[in-house]
């Protein structure tokens, strides 16, 4: 008999290596006990080690994808489940294209709902601001997952929350990240994290104001989102309370459209009635979440450019805009004014838009980056591009603006709107002169910065002419989808 105790209980490379060593041995599945971590194994086994001088086999890329995944379930079996199937696939390699065969279901099964665990705790970990003794701040977040995930998807957090210290603590094991590196302790219990912080109460007013009754599905939200989620997420403890005012919000808001639209075609002619109820939002809070976000986002301490920047540069714009536009990041005249797009760049934009025959006062304008971004030479502050972490860090906000506003189109002007709009690095080139789907349905632009126009010194003019075209073009757009 041999016997195998692995590092922990997600230790896919420990089970790689020990199942390489029992392959070559020839091991049967029922030859072998499993194990991990400070679990009891079999003191009577043979450790099963890998040669020096061992040959090198390989599967099929779908097993390692699948066996990664399935490795996180809570089934004490799995270590032996995919043990089997390995020695199965080296046998036939096209097997796990039998979605019949018991196996190979069962370890699919598991990974299902292994993928589905590492989605909840991306969507409902919320962390929650504590002092740290050097005076800093720590983010810390109580979560309970179904299966052993934590590990597997700490580098998700890090990803996210790249320029923040937090921690996420489990009853299996917590994960902290310092900023650098990412270490791991002991688990904890939920009385070990922190209740509430002051920005709970401004993120349950926004959450309040956002919420649209109408669209309220109660056994697809509980489906999605398990009440054992509940006592960890501030938002949810007002959940019961709007749900039960829901139906009267819904007939408010379907009363309310009916005037709105009756107003419209009295003024403008039975032909403005398709119009008008496109552009009805739901509920009146808009405005009210819009400000709610505004004042949060004054404070914002997401990454370090607050402590160079003046201030803090949202977007600005009606809540109901029908186009978004998003820059790079303020420079510095709109770092002193707290507005984006008011220095020579901006008057360029200004000037671009008129002349497309685009209203500016029905646009959303907003930036990538929030905070101005520079280095002192002598008097003058220089801009410096956003980096990577300082993009991830004002993505938040960029996702909470397009919820409120929820622009049918998008505009991208420059590669650091691209990265944001997009999520990834992506060229202009490629993009520019056609519509693009996002996730969220809305179509996105891609256009140069205008302060690309201003740094030209050869065909500043034509440059300038092709980004007139390329704003008249989605301003056609606009049009078109009212």
Not at 74 to 95: C, E, G, I, K, N
Not at 135 to 149: C, K, L
Not at 186 to 208: F, L, N, R, S, V
Not at 276 to 299: I, K, V
């Amino acid at each position: 008999m041999r016997a195998v105790t692995l590092a922990h209980e997600e230790d896919f490379d420990g089970w790689r290596d020990a199942a390489r060593a029992l392959v070559l041995a020839h091991v049967p599945p029922e030859g072998v006990t499993w194990s991990a971590g400070d679990s009891p194994g079999d003191l009577f086994g043979e450790e099963a080690v890998l040669p020096a001088d061992a040959p090198a086999f390989s599967v099929p890329r779908p097993f390692v994808t699948l066996a990664r995944a399935a490795i996180c379930h809570r089934d004490p079996q799995r270590f032996s489940l995919l043990y089997t199937l390995l020695l199965r696939v080296r046998a036939q390699p096209r097997m796990l294209e039998d979605q019949a065969d018991p196996l190979v279901r069962r370890i699919e099964g598991m990974a299902k709902e292994v993928r589905r665990d590492m989605h909840k705790m991306h969507a409902f970990v919320r962390f929650r601001e504590v002092e740290e003794p050097d005076g800093g701040a720590r983010y810390v977040a109580w979560f309970e997952p179904d299966n052993h995930i934590v590990r597997t998807n700490a580098g998700f957090f890090v990803r996210r929350f790249n320029t923040m210290r937090w921690s996420i603590l489990t009853p299996e094991v917590s994960i902290h990240w310092d900023g650098e590196r990412l270490t791991e302790g002991p688990g904890a219990t939920q009385a070990e994290a922190p209740e509430g912080d002051p920005i709970e109460e401004t993120w349950k007013t926004y959450y309040a104001s956002i919420f649209n009754p109408a669209r309220v599905k109660v056994k697809a939200m509980t489906k999605e989102m398990p009440k054992k989620y509940w006592k960890n997420m501030p938002e949810t403890a007002l959940v019961g309370k709007l749900i039960a005012g829901a139906q009267a919000r819904e007939a408010e808001m379907v009363e309310r459209s009916r005037t709105k639209v009756a107003a419209e075609v009295r003024q403008s002619g039975h032909d403005a009635a398709g119009a008008a109820e496109r552009r009805l939002q739901p509920g009146g809070n808009a405005l009210a979440a819009w400000q709610a976000l505004l004042e949060e986002a004054r404070g914002c301490t997401r990454c370090h450019l607050h402590k160079i920047g003046t201030q803090t540069v949202f977007g600005e714009g009606p809540v109901d805009a029908p186009l978004m536009f998003v820059g790079e990041q303020p420079g510095d005249q709109e770092d002193l004014a707290g507005r984006p797009f008011v220095g020579p760049a901006g008057q360029l934009f200004d000037k671009a838009l008129e002349e497309a025959g685009i209203d500016r006062t029905r646009a959303y304008v907003t930036n990538a980056v929030k905070h101005f971004k520079h280095e002192m030479r002598g008097k003058r502050r220089l801009h410096q591009t956003p980096q990577t972490p300082e993009i991830q860090a004002c993505r938040w906000w960029y996702e909470k603006e397009r919820e409120l506003i929820r622009p049918p189109i998008t505009v991208a002007l420059g590669a650091t709107a691209v990265r944001q709009v997009f999520g990834r690095a992506m060229t202009i080139s490629s993009l520019r002169g056609s519509a693009h789907q996002l996730d969220d349905g809305g179509e996105a632009w891609v256009t140069v910065h205008p302060s690309f126009i201003l740094r030209v010194r050869d065909n500043r003019e034509a440059e300038y002419a092709r980004f007139v075209e390329d704003l008249a073009r989605i301003g056609e757009r606009v049009k078109a989808l009212a």
